[in-house]
């Protein structure tokens, strides 16, 4: 059933909360808008942060390129560190490799980021492929993330049947099903209440420990 499994990447492998926060909050300060509480900035995890800028502080495409820009300043030097694999997970991975199945990290973050972040935490050899957006903002829809993902491990129409992708916002289920593959929502991310099941996710999973139960038993 779970023959090819792609992992979203913050809110699903790791908990990416501070760095991307932090760095988001830095961003906007640049343009003059304070947002102290961080908690309320858990909105940038997981879309593109260009059209989350837009979306909820009403930047114009030039001011949330900026702010973009200011977000990596901070993000290259100290924000990609700040973070930790959610407990369980690397066990699981590592499981997963030791079995058939072909496995691959697939993320709307910049892949260079991704590959970093998968470097240091000495995840890299637990996939067979590693996919991401890009740094210029063309690949910011997730779904152009995910045929990429596809293409590289050249899924067929009928091995999508056994092609699931494995996040925790309703970017990734949309995506997901844009593919024509299904969606594993994780509730131990960072979606809204109520936004795994509004977009559709095929199957839902409270903790890690479900998620392994899901894959491998």
């Known amino acids: 059933m779970f023959k090819n499994i792609l992992f979203d990447l913050d809110g699903t492998i790791a908990n990416s909360s501070e760095g991307i926060t932090k760095c988001a909050q830095y961003g906007l300060a640049a343009l003059g808008i304070d947002e102290p509480d961080l908690k309320k900035l858990y909105v940038v995890i997981g879309p593109p942060l260009r059209v989350t800028y837009m979306k909820y502080w009403g930047l114009t495409a030039e001011q949330a390129e900026l702010g973009v820009a200011k977000y990596r300043e901070r993000y290259t030097t100290t924000g990609i560190y700040e ?37 240091h935490f000495q995840l890299t050899q637990y996939f067979k492929d590693i996919s991401g957006s890009t740094l210029d903002g063309k690949m910011d829809n997730k779904s152009t993330v995910v045929a990429k993902s596809l293409c590289n491990f050249k899924i067929t129409d009928d091995d999508k049947a056994n092609t699931y992708l494995i996040g925790d916002r309703k970017e990734d289920v949309l995506a997901a099903h844009a593919n024509g593959i299904k969606a594993v929502g994780v509730r131990f991310g960072f979606a809204q209440a109520g936004e795994l099941e509004e977009a559709g996710a095929d199957i839902i999973v409270d903790t890690v420990e479900d998620l392994r139960k899901l894959l491998l038993e």
């Open 83 to 119: 973070q930790f694999i959610f407990p369980g997970m690397e066990d699981l991975l590592k499981d997963l490799a030791r079995t058939d199945k072909n496995v691959g990290l697939c993320t709307g973050k910049p892949e260079v980021y991704a590959r970093i972040i998968t470097d």
